[in-house]
C-alpha cells in the first residue's frame, strides 16, 4: 500500500490496518494504540523524511495482522536520519522542542520500535497483551 501526500490517503491507510485488527477481534485500547503509533509513524515519514521531495513521492506501508501480533513498516523516501539523535522531548530541557513526541509515542504504544536503512525505514510491532486468549 502507498499512500501519496493526502490526508485521505493516510486515512485510507490506517482504515485497513484497524479493519484487520477489528477481523481479530482486537480490543479497543489495542486499536487505538496501533492507530495513534502507525498516524504519527506516517506523519513523521510526510514531515520529515520527505521535506523538500516533489509531492507526487510516496510513503511505501506494509503490515501483517495475526491473532498475536500486528507488524507494520513505513518507508520514506528520505535520506534518513539517526534515530538517537532525536532529543528527548521528556527532559526539561527539550519539554518545548517541535520533536521528538512522535517517536516518543510511538515507542510507548507499540511493543517494539526499530528503524532500518539509515532511518528512512520503520518497524513497529504491537504484541496483543490477551493473545493467549485470542488463539
Do not use: C, W
Not at 523524511?49 to 501483517?64: A, F, I, S
Not at 534518513?80 to 522531548?89: A, M, R, T, Y
Amino acid at each position: 500500500m502507498q499512500p501519496a501526500n493526502r490526508r485521505a490517503d493516510i486515512d485510507r491507510v490506517e482504515s485497513a490496518v484497524l479493519g484487520a485488527l477489528e477481523r481479530f477481534g482486537y480490543p479497543d485500547a489495542s486499536r487505538f494504540a496501533v492507530r495513534l503509533a502507525l498516524e504519527e509513524a506516517l506523519v513523521n515519514a510526510f514531515m520529515h523524511g520527505h521535506r523538500g521531495l516533489p509531492p507526487e513521492e510516496t510513503v511505501h506501508v506494509l503490515y501483517r495482522v495475526s491473532p498475536e501480533q500486528v507488524t507494520i513498516a513505513v518507508t520514506d523516501r528520505g535520506p534518513g536520519f539517526k534515530p538517537e539523535h532525536v532529543p528527548d522531548p521528556t527532559v526539561e530541557e527539550h519539554v518545548e522542542l517541535p520533536s521528538g513526541r512522535g517517536l516518543m509515542l510511538i515507542k510507548a504504544f507499540m511493543t517494539s520500535v526499530h528503524h532500518e536503512n539509515n532511518g528512512s525505514r520503520l518497524v513497529m510491532t504491537y504484541k496483543r497483551p490477551d493473545a493467549k486468549a485470542a488463539t
